[in-house]
């Protein structure tokens, strides 16, 4: 198994069809112990349920916007594991006013928020956990590919996203020194309870399975076997990068 003895984090799940799950549960069956993250008292319920029962999973809250529950969860980790070979940060927000329009009519409220939960969070979740993070672990970040071309609606997501990967590079510099790979994965669009947030999120995933090059369907699934690479043994060398998953959608021109 690729991820034998390992243990990690992958924070935050919302429901069964969320690719923070199948990236949890990609990562048990090649033979992680994985702690699955929820957000907050109500979701922990749901997310309770698809671990129930099952060997290799445990559960914990984490709301990326309060400093204390990062420094909670740091204690939690060397309670519960020692430390942790893999994170996988899959949180993100925006205000639904701001994913539709211009995105020149985004408010400074909620251009904060929006780079706050969705960029931000990832250095501080990685500056709490440091001193819990194993050397030569692997830490990952989702994003799409809003972050470098305009994406109708996806507005003053895709600055948080372009921000998230720009953190991600120097948090790639700041944690190599202990052999610490930070990378990001960049989905396609998936249907998903956050991606729905986007309108036009259907025609959007039906036109990219059409045009992109290997023309079929792709899904969390997809997302998931990327990231058991990243957490594994074989990607050591490789750190700092983007790593779509699209279809190859994203080498597309006219």
Same mark, same amino acid.
């Given at each position: 198994? !690729?991820?034998?003895?390992?243990?990690? !984090?992958?924070?935050?799940?919302?429901?069964?069809?969320?690719?923070?799950?199948?990236?949890?549960?990609?990562?048990?069956?090649?033979?992680?112990?994985?702690?699955?993250?929820?957000?907050?008292?109500?979701?922990?319920?749901?997310?309770?349920?698809?671990?129930?029962?099952?060997?290799?999973f445990s559960t914990t809250i984490? %709301? *990326?916007?309060?400093?204390?529950? $990062?420094?909670? /969860?740091?204690?939690?980790?060397?309670?519960? *594991?020692?430390?942790?070979? *893999?994170?996988?940060?899959?949180?993100?927000?925006?205000?639904?006013?701001?994913?539709?329009?211009?995105?020149?009519?985004?408010?400074?409220?909620?251009?904060?928020?929006?780079?706050?939960? +969705?960029?931000?969070?990832?250095?501080? !979740?990685?500056?709490? $956990?440091?001193?819990?993070?194993?050397?030569?672990? +692997?830490?990952?970040?989702?994003?799409? /590919?809003?972050?470098?071309?305009?994406?109708?609606?996806?507005?003053?997501?895709?600055?948080?996203?372009?921000? $998230?990967?720009?953190?991600?590079?120097?948090?790639?510099? %700041?944690?190599?020194?202990?052999?610490?790979?930070?990378?990001?994965?960049?989905?396609?669009?998936?249907?998903?309870?956050?991606?729905?947030?986007?309108?036009?999120?259907?025609?959007?995933?039906?036109?990219?399975?059409?045009?992109?090059?290997?023309k079929r369907p792709f899904g969390?699934?997809?997302?998931?076997?990327?990231?058991?690479?990243?957490?594994?043994? !074989?990607?050591?060398?490789?750190?700092?990068?983007?790593?779509?998953? %699209?279809?190859?959608?994203?080498?597309?021109?006219?």
């Open positions: 198994m !690729l991820l034998a003895k390992k243990k990690g !984090l992958v924070l935050n799940v919302t429901n069964k069809n969320s690719i923070g799950w199948a990236i949890a549960e990609a990562a048990q069956a090649h033979g992680a112990q994985v702690c699955v993250g929820a957000q907050n008292d109500k979701l922990a319920g749901k997310v309770s349920e698809l671990t129930e029962g099952r060997p290799g984490v %709301d *990326f916007s309060d400093p204390s529950q $990062l420094e909670s /969860l740091r204690d939690e980790v060397a309670r519960s *594991f020692g430390t942790v070979d *893999f994170i996988v940060h899959s949180a993100a927000f925006a205000q639904r006013e701001d994913l539709s329009g211009r995105f020149i009519d985004t408010s400074r409220e909620g251009f904060l928020l929006a780079l706050d939960i +969705s960029a931000y969070s990832l250095v501080a !979740l990685c500056c709490a $956990l440091e001193p819990v993070i194993a050397d030569d672990a +692997s830490v990952m970040a989702m994003s799409y /590919l809003g972050s470098t071309r305009a994406v109708g609606n996806y507005n003053v997501m895709g600055v948080a996203k372009a921000a $998230l990967e720009s953190a991600v590079r120097y948090l790639s510099v %700041d944690l190599g020194q202990r052999g610490i790979r930070v990378n990001t994965v960049s989905p396609g669009p998936i249907n998903t309870v956050s991606a729905r947030g986007v309108k036009g999120l259907s025609g959007m995933i039906e036109s990219v399975h059409e045009r992109a090059p290997l969390a699934e997809e997302v998931a076997g990327t990231c058991v690479y990243l957490m594994s043994d !074989l990607s050591r060398g490789v750190t700092g990068q983007i790593v779509f998953v %699209d279809d190859g959608f994203n080498i597309l021109g006219m």
